[in-house]
């Protein structure tokens, strides 16, 4: 089993930047494809980004692409979310989750984190 627990929301004005972090539990961090994903009031969960298990290759929601970078460190059982030229729209709040297999940009995800409120204004 793996546990994660993301870090690094808050409030933030439209242009700025966030990092969000999402630590994992145990010793196999590095055999897991990670992701973050995103959920406003009243709508879906969506997919943000993801990487694979050695960070080499990433994947973006086109909303984001240009903007937010996913990185990991498997040293430290930590993924990264550097979130810049932030909007309004992009107020939700992030969750960090982990699969075993491919990458994936549903929400067909095997460990969820609890998730961290990311609000921005205008």
């Known amino acids: 089993q793996v546990q994660l627990v993301e870090s690094g929301g808050g409030l933030v004005q439209a242009g700025g930047s966030l990092r969000l972090s999402c630590a994992a539990s145990g010793r196999t961090f590095s055999s897991y494809v990670m992701a973050w994903f995103r959920q406003a009031p009243g709508k879906e969960r969506e997919f943000v980004a993801a990487?694979?298990?050695?960070?080499?290759?990433?994947w973006y929601a086109d909303s984001v692409k240009g903007r937010f970078t996913i990185s990991r460190d498997n040293a430290k059982n930590t993924v990264y979310l550097q979130m810049n030229g932030l909007k309004p729209e992009d107020t939700a709040v992030y969750s960090c989750a982990a699969r075993s297999g491919w990458v994936m940009t549903t929400t067909a995800y095997d460990y969820w984190g609890q998730g961290t409120q990311v609000t921005v204004s205008s």
């Open positions: 990487t694979t298990r050695s960070g080499g290759s990433t």
